[in-house]
């Protein structure tokens, strides 16, 4: 009897220890698989904000700057930017700035390029767009396209009577009308939607397409509105 109960008492420890071995490696690939679920999650919500952050139109780096809002954009090499007849860049692979010799010419005549913002001003009150920086350069409104009507298509050497266009490292604010009236100053009235016309100048380096762009537009408060765009893209 003693035999007996030595081999079924050997058995049973036998069995035990097989049980807690699978039980062990099942615990581990459970494990696993939890660990590798949990990674695949967080690099889809990371990469999905990322990319979110990067180009949506309405994402702002400030979430108390809310009020200003970016309704879309046109950072394209290409023609009719943001549906504005005329308004047209070089096809030349990149956002031209410093490499362009053509002082205040037209992009398709050698001179620095083009990007627009569409815009709305959704606090209670006016707003003074002082300047907008581009990867930290700045940009300042120009005076002189004051009451002017957007031309594209003649270029403006001599600004004596008003320019047609925005110079090179400035930028002017259009209404939306078929036939585009540049602001008389850097108001934006509260509730209004208007366009941003920006002019790469020398202190802009050449942005390729597909690349990120960091904006800062100064409406004269402790903290500027900042929005991440991509070069080469419409929103």
Request: charged share 20%.
């Amino acid at each position: 009897m003693k035999k007996n109960s030595f081999k079924k008492s050997n058995n049973s420890k036998l069995f035990g220890s097989k049980r807690r071995g699978i039980t062990d490696i099942i615990g581990t690939m459970m494990l696993m698989a939890v660990t590798v679920t949990g990674a695949a999650t967080l690099t889809y919500f990371v990469n999905d904000v990322f990319v979110t952050g990067n180009i949506a139109t309405a994402s702002t780096l400030d979430s108390s700057t809310k009020s200003f809002q970016l309704m879309a954009y046109d950072t394209r090499d290409s023609s009719t930017l943001l549906t504005i007849s005329n308004l047209d860049n070089n096809f030349d692979g990149k956002l031209c700035g410093v490499s362009c010799s053509g002082t205040n010419d037209l992009p398709l005549s050698g001179g620095s390029e083009f990007i627009v913002l569409k815009i709305k001003n959704k606090s209670f009150e006016s707003v003074f767009l002082e300047d907008i920086k581009i990867n930290n350069v700045e940009h300042e409104w120009d005076a002189k396209t004051a009451g002017i009507t957007l031309n594209t298509m003649t270029p403006d050497f001599n600004d004596s009577d008003g320019r047609n266009y925005p110079a090179d490292g400035k930028f002017s604010i259009i209404d939306e009308n078929p036939i585009p009236l540049q602001s008389t100053s850097n108001e934006i009235p509260t509730g209004e939607t208007v366009n941003i016309l920006i002019k790469f100048g020398a202190d802009d380096q050449d942005l390729l397409l597909s690349k990120g762009m960091q904006l800062s537009l100064n409406v004269g408060t402790m903290t500027p509105t900042e929005f991440l765009l991509e070069s080469g893209e419409v929103r």
